[in-house]
Every structure is written in structure tokens, then in C-alpha cells.
Nanobody, 126 residues
Framework: QVQLVESGGGLVQAGGSLRLSCAAFGNILNINTMGWYRQAPGKQRELVATILSGGSTTYGDSVKGRFTISRDNAKKTAYLEMSSLKPEDTAVYYC????????????????????WGQGTQVTVSS
């Protein structure tokens, strides 16, 4: 009913930049917070950045000043601009939405919580 599709991952040298995109698909009426999380091998998933529908943002300490999250509400898409990349940024990056309101043919609307994308690999070489 709702799907998040990430794109833009890849291999980049240290100091380089990448831009990730997360597009939401479905019969969507409204999206609340969109966010990016990452998980490196052997480590727990950690917050990268989140953005509210109104544009307020939060960042994980390790990416502050280097990464920028943004969103286009009309396109139902969030972006993550990553610059000054370091080898320790290597991870699978996951898109998350905490709450979506979907159009429902029987009830008019329904809520869906905590949706995750399939992840996109980012590898930073030294």
C-alpha cells in the first residue's frame, strides 16, 4: 500500500559527495517525519537525520555540518546531501517515515506507522 524507494548510493572516495533520494509511493494524503538511518556491519542502526513536514531538521552528531536533509512535499521525496564523506560513513542507508495517512476506499483514510525502505549501500574508500 505504501512503499519507500531509496536511490543514489554508491562508491565514493573520502572527501567526496553523494546525494540520496527517498521517494514514497502509494495513495498518500500526508506524510509526517521523513528520516535517514544507517547501519554499518556489526553495528546498530543509527540516526542520520530527520525532517518534519514543516521543515524542521535534526542530525546525528557524527554527520552535523557535513550532511543536509531536505524534502519536497509535492514529490513526496526526501533527500540527503552528503559531503566531506569519510570511510566511517560506509553503511547501508535506510529511509524511514514515522507516519503516513493513506487514502482508503472503505474508510476514507487510514494511518500507517513506521515504514522503512529497502536500503541503499554507501561505500567510502580511503
Amino acid at each position: 500500500q505504501v512503499q519507500l524507494v531509496e536511490s543514489g548510493g554508491g562508491l565514493v572516495q573520502a572527501g567526496g559527495s553523494l546525494r540520496l533520494s527517498c521517494a514514497a509511493f502509494g495513495n498518500i494524503l500526508n506524510i509526517n517525519t521523513m528520516g535517514w538511518y544507517r547501519q554499518a556491519p556489526g553495528k546498530q542502526r543509527e540516526l542520520v537525520a530527520t525532517i518534519l513536514s514543516g521543515g524542521s531538521t535534526t542530525y546525528g552528531d557524527s554527520v552535523k555540518g557535513r550532511f543536509t536533509i531536505s524534502r519536497d512535499n509535492a514529490k513526496k521525496t526526501a533527500y540527503l546531501e552528503m559531503s566531506s564523506l569519510k570511510p566511517e560513513d560506509t553503511a547501508v542507508y535506510y529511509c524511514n517515515v514515522d507516519w503516513i495517512m493513506l487514502r482508503d476506499q472503505y474508510r476514507g483514510a487510514k494511518e500507517v506507522f513506521d515504514i522503512w525502505g529497502q536500503g541503499t549501500q554507501v561505500t567510502v574508500s580511503s
